[in-house]
């Protein structure tokens, strides 16, 4: 029987789990045991990577909890059995025989991402934009009202904002749907802005409000699609080059989503609009080498960093 999950956490050992973990593509920014950015959800201040029981083990206050395994899967999009193959041939670790013994549920990979009670009770109260005024005023102040086709994004007056397991307090917030390549919901995007319309000081203003583990080609769906579409990283820079270029641009929220994203059956041509940064860049970049072959490929990036500042930039 093939080595399960406890018998290579064992093997590996906890220097074993940080060697492997940066070998397959997690930088080793990441891998320190203090809060720092989170390679999976983007989030600046809410990732720790404590090792703390030797099997890789991590903590986000956004994606939660696991063990190398986890990471793995969340950082790339693999399923377990995947990520278990890719630890052993990078560790060396051989398939070997040995007594009948089942995984720990710890290790199990996790159920398909679904909609949170939250995330559906958030939906169900929300409203549209325009009838949120500190909403209103951020896309404004953005350049980016009115839409020009119908959008998809949910606003609400008060949304709870929690950090660290502690309820900070409500604010008004931009809301939207997040989409699996099915177009099933998977979760919501939150923009945590303060009553004047610009995005909240002391925390991170934006995050996804559950996981999306098991879930391809997510992202939040600005428009219908057709034979050609766009997919870009932040929905202020989806907006802004939807309005520049005049095709309908989804937005991926982050550059491991963008890295991932896989668009929907009947798009024949993916425009990518990439972030002016290194990040983005290198995200573009790897959505291209992963979809080459597959589908019409085009990048385009803006003069200046990204396309918002494009779209506000004077003439």
């Known amino acids: 029987m093939s080595l399960d999950a406890a018998a290579i956490h064992a093997q590996l050992g906890a220097e074993g789990w940080r060697e492997a973990l940066a070998a397959l593509g997690v930088d080793e920014k990441y891998l320190r045991n ?185 992202a939040v769906r600005l428009g219908e699609y057709s034979e050609s579409l766009g997919i870009a990283e932040g929905i202020e820079t989806a907006l802004s080059a939807e309005k520049l270029h005049g095709i309908t641009v989804w937005a991926a929220l982050n550059t491991s989503l963008l890295a991932r994203f896989t668009p929907p059956r009947g798009v024949t041509k993916l425009v990518i609009y990439a972030d002016r940064d290194v990040a983005g860049l290198d995200a573009a970049s790897k959505l291209m080498e992963r979809l080459q072959g597959r589908i019409h490929l085009q990048i385009r990036m803006p003069q200046s960093k990204d396309w918002n500042d494009a779209l506000r930039a004077p003439l």
């Open 34 to 218: 203090k809060h720092g950015p989170c390679p999976v959800c983007g989030g600046k201040d809410r990732f720790r990577f404590d090792n703390k029981r030797g099997r890789g083990d991590f903590y986000c206050n956004q994606c939660g909890s696991g063990d190398g395994f986890k990471l793995i899967m969340l950082t790339t999009g693999c399923s377990f059995a995947d990520a278990r193959k890719r630890v052993m041939n990078q560790s060396g670790i051989e398939q070997t025989q040995q007594s009948t013994r089942t995984v720990s549920r710890e290790t199990e990979p996790d159920e398909v991402a679904r909609p949170t009670r939250r995330v559906t009770a958030l939906l169900r109260e929300s409203c549209k934009p325009e009838d949120c005024e500190p909403v209103m005023r951020y896309l404004e102040s953005r350049s980016l009202w009115p839409m020009t086709r119908e959008h998809g994004l949910r606003a609400h007056p008060s949304v709870e904002y929690w950090h660290d397991r502690r309820r900070i307090g409500v604010f008004p917030a931009l809301v939207a749907p997040v989409r699996d390549i099915n177009a099933e919901l998977v979760t919501v995007h939150v923009t945590y802005l303060d009553g004047n319309g610009r995005k909240i000081a002391d925390y991170e203003a934006r995050k996804l409000l559950s996981g999306l583990v098991g879930r391809e080609g997510c």
